[in-house]
């Protein structure tokens, strides 16, 4: 089989369930942008190899590209899709994941600034991203139909990418980059 099919040359990408719709299209955007996420969690977990965040992370990327596939579908026809999409439950495990993630951590006295280690500025850079993919769902959210509980994980996930990127500085010894901000 080759990778290429030439159909989408005219700009066109087809939805499961036989609709065609532009590239550009703020659909295709949002689960692009679940993909890219997907993408730079894959990157922090090369980063963190054989640490316990990439046991945290692993799951996370099945989830998103069943959250990819959810989004890639003529919305209505998420049934025929025949895998357990996203559900209130993801959403909770990832609120435990934070908790998990947040013992021992020093209490939170500013802002926190990407970096520390590789790992952790990796996660932040995945937190952005997934950051960005809430902002699309919610937007198409007011156009088309997007199950909440998709708006919901992405919130989450952002939330658990922050702290695990401060566990991550924490399990290697390095603090956290504190913003001090510009004094006037």
């Not at 939805?15 to 949002?30: C, D, M, N, P, Q």
């Not at 998103?64 to 919305?75: I, K, R, S």
């Not at 020093?106 to 802002?111: M, R, T």
Request: proline share 4%; aromatic share 4%; glycine share 10%.
């Amino acid at each position: 089989m080759k990778i290429y099919t030439r159909t989408g040359d005219d700009g066109t990408t087809g939805l499961f369930g036989g609709v065609r719709v532009k590239k550009g299209a703020l659909r295709v955007e949002a689960y692009g942008t679940v993909d890219e996420t997907n993408a730079a969690i894959g990157r922090a977990r090369v980063s963190l190899a054989g640490s316990p965040i990439d046991a945290v992370l692993a799951p996370i990327q099945e989830e998103l590209f069943t959250l990819g596939a959810e989004l890639a579908t003529v919305p209505g026809k998420e049934g025929s899709l025949k895998m357990t999409l996203i559900s209130a439950d993801d959403g909770a495990r990832l609120e435990r994941e934070i908790d998990a993630a947040e013992e021992g951590l020093a209490p939170l006295k500013s802002f926190v600034l990407p970096g520390g280690t590789a790992g952790a500025a990796d996660l932040h850079l995945a937190r952005c991203v997934a950051r960005r993919a809430e902002r699309l769902l919610v937007t198409l959210a007011d156009q088309e139909p997007v199950r909440s509980e998709c708006i919901v994980y992405l919130n989450r996930l952002s939330d658990l990418l922050f702290t695990l990127a401060r566990r991550a500085n924490h399990l290697a010894g390095v603090p956290d980059v504190p913003w001090i901000g510009r004094e006037r």
